[in-house]
């Protein structure tokens, strides 16, 4: 009976040849979208290929189309073979490229039993990358796509990666990378292999990438500050050794300085909850008057407003605080965050588009597409 | 030169023969695995292909293996075809069979430009899907195989999985389900595929699934409620029609009536931050003077101490919060708070497990993997 059903369930090519009434070879060049095929026929087929449940190979019919149908999405870092266990322990400090980032350790250590999930299980305590799934598989799912998940934060993960989609298993790679020292996108470029980058890379590299007007985010959120009357700020950046880290703590200071705030403390941070806790008792520590804070992540911002309140400062009377992301922590935070929004599901979709829209041949131009930032209002400041 | 790179990018089965010494069919049995080769000519074909680097077709051989080495990781819900933008506005409100849920809206509405995205936007907004690609990856990967994600909450999206498994495209599917009316698993069952699921179906289904012993878990909440002295007891149910959401208030209400506690006001939320604090606001107007509260979820949890705080009262000095699921929301929360753990990462490789060591044979029987939940004391309660 098992077996019956499973032949029920596994149509195969003579059985659709059957109830379409034409030879298998037909069939088979109908699939393949092989040309010259009568359209009436072509309708008679694709009818009979409905009728009877038929599911062409997917492997047989890649080897036709040379296509994999499918997209690597790959979140990297830059850890080396030997380092795996160094880089686990260390992880908690991994600097994130993107914007946000794979820092905080999930559940603490104990939600990595066994130790070797710590680089995914960082990876996805961040609201980030789960933005970025989502607009990647929005953008994939309409064109019968799917994207094949896999992590790359040691030499050999990333020799995996490159033998992935040397095989054919994956049309291309979009890469969101965690760390400023990655060496994947330099792999990519160099094994002549379709790929886009979420943010710009830290070191040159002739690779497409989309990202954000940082400095445009900061300004928003500097003007907003002192549009509310704040005149002792601070700010909480992110790791430095990272472009969207760098940009955002520029793009503040620029724009205070242009309005005569000649020094701005800062402390930097590692886009984690926990970093930005310790940020924000640093700065309470040394400028205890202080009235307005940048924190430039969500997560961030949000443990500076647990320590604020700690510390029996009202958010936003005392000190206001702004975020940037707009990811869930911003809802979730009390206050709700004020916070300069990055459309990260938009910027993931587009990564999509540029790899799938590319013109064919190996040498397409590596091409850049920058997103503005907006603000947005709620209660932190 | 772009071609040069190309080819030196992708050595071929001649490249690797003529380095190996020896003739195409030769290195092609040895690398599709086939018997009678001798050893030593095996081990030359191996070191010929480290050499050249080259990457055997994928396609070509899952046409030799039949195995697609992939998994499918599949987020499905019960929508139907029409309900796509119904379904979307209603997300909020999606139940979670898994224990943790699909509910909350990632950055509000804001945070899926386009609408459509509002199903896969809402899975990553909680940390327990993260969690869940965690331990499939890390079981995955040291095995060369990859999770393809895959979402499927309308019977379009489910028609899809079932057909990506029918064309060989994956060897199986890890369903994690947000709705008790989730027809996939029943799809699953009678295509005769391979499948595990993440937590028990809630309609009977012959599919093997991991689950966790929610009852236990509840009565631990309940004995270290009672053992703090609270003795003005209530809770923030999951959804009622989920396995989960009721094996966790039988659980808690039972431990409580073998003490004496007849009566314990429930108020169900859907496993979302916003519902444990529409669920709190709730008890609070009915119930001003509870002292102890259990909350079906960490996020729930969260949301919980946030109005209780709005309202005045210290956590835990006055009311005493336990979560459930040991997620990052848990460490989060301020006070960090004490919770029932639920090894989703575990739970999730062992999903994998059973996936990949089932006895060949489309006829295996299905099977059970129940999980120990652990009370893991922090300062909420």
Redesign the interface.
Known sequence: M??D??SA??PTLEDVARAAGVSRATVSRVINGVRNVDPAIQEVVRQAVSVTGY??????R??VTRR?D?V??VVSGAGVEADVGAEAEAGVGAEAAAGSGAG?A???S?????G??SF??Q???D?F???V???V??YL?PR?M??????AETSR?RD?VV??L????ADGALVVSTHAEDPLPGLLT????AAVLFARPARPVPISYVDLAHQDGARLAAEHLLARGCRRLATISGPLDVPAGRARLTGFRDTLARHGHAYIPVAEGRFT?ESGEAAMERLLAEHPDLDGVFAANDLMA?GAC?VL?EHGRRVPEDVAVVGFD???????C?PPLTTV?Q?V??MAAEMARLLLDRPPG??SPATSVIFEPEL?VRASA
Do not use: I, K
């Open positions: 098992t077996d059903r499973r369930g596994a599911a062409p190979n997917r492997a047989a890649s080897l994999a499918a690597a999405l905080r999930g559940g603490g104990r939600a990595t039993a066994g070797g999930g995914t299980a990876v996805f305590a609201p990358f789960g933005r799934v989502t607009g598989v929005d799912r019968g799917h994207p094949v998940l896999m992590f993960a995996e033998a992935y040397r095989q054919g298993s160099e094994a002549g292999l909850q949000t647990h309140r707009d990811s869930s922590a911003a809802l979730a009390r929004r459309p599901e938009a190996p040498s947005v």
